[in-house]
């Protein structure tokens, strides 16, 4: 079965701090993918990136980068510098090789909630 | 291009009351899901539609909750008689169905349900 697991629940840190949401992932598919969304107070999910299994390069976007390592079954999101925009709940999500349709059935974790206090 | 629609915002109902939500999807997009978010959890999938076809319900509690999307665009969302535990927000999405590339779920702002 699949698993995402955010251990950190909260995260409180001060504008222009480096914050880092970590996202261990279980799954016995040797093809799938891995998702980070954004939930701000508004309550609809914000894409932010999909990464597959076999695509182990970081990625940067901004002041967003993504760490993913499959010897850890890690996916880690890092904002640099952060803003108190950015402040939302951020869920870790994966899912199998693509189904019908196109689009994947998201198994998502429990988020972690930032909050970037000015 | 507007996004995914849902009404009610929020809804509180009495339990083993009935409630109905309701989905508009983005234009041109086949594919419609339905999430429940309990609070301090992330979305669970209940039901994906594949235009009008059900493609995964194997998570919707069929004893209580049904869905539908007739003519393969709006969708609703009821459960019926209501459970406490039944509070949780029900998110709606969409996406672009063009096998095999990957479509990204477009999501709307949910209803909040809460059963007393």
């Known amino acids: 079965a699949q698993k995402v697991t955010q251990a950190q629940t909260e995260i409180s840190v001060v504008e222009k701090e480096d914050v880092t949401l970590d996202c261990v992932y279980e799954?016995?598919?040797?093809?799938?993918?891995l998702f980070w969304y954004k939930q701000p107070p508004s309550g609809e999910l914000v894409f932010l990136i999909r990464?597959?299994?076999?695509?182990?390069q970081n990625e940067i976007s901004g002041r967003y980068s993504w760490n993913f390592q499959k010897s850890t079954s890690s996916f880690n999101f890092t904002i640099t510098a952060s803003q108190v925009v950015d402040s939302a709940v951020y869920f870790c999500?994966?899912?199998?090789?693509?189904?019908?349709?196109?689009?994947?059935?998201?198994?998502f974790g429990k988020g972690t909630k930032l909050t970037v206090n000015p | 291009e507007a996004g995914v629609a849902q009404s009610p915002r929020y809804k509180i109902i009495e339990k083993r009351q009935s409630v109905a939500f309701w989905c508009n999807p983005i234009?041109?997009?086949?594919?419609l899901y339905w999430y429940q978010q309990i609070l301090g959890q992330g979305p669970k999938l209940l039901i994906q539609f594949q235009n009008n076809g059900v493609v995964d319900d194997s998570q919707l509690p069929k004893d209580r909750f049904s869905a539908e999307r007739l003519k393969g665009v709006d969708s609703t969302l009821k459960i019926q008689p209501a459970k406490l535990e039944d509070s949780a927000v029900y998110l709606c999405?969409?996406?672009?169905?063009?096998?095999?590339?990957?479509?990204?779920?477009?999501f709307g702002p949910g209803t909040r349900l809460t059963v007393l």
């Open positions: 799954t016995r598919d040797t093809t799938y993918y």
């Open positions: 990464r597959n299994s076999f695509d182990e």
């Open positions: 999405a969409s996406s672009f169905s063009g096998e095999p590339v990957w479509n990204e779920q477009f």
């Open positions: 999500a994966l899912s199998e090789a693509l189904g019908k349709g196109g689009s994947e059935k998201l198994v």
């Open positions: 234009s041109g997009h086949a594919t």
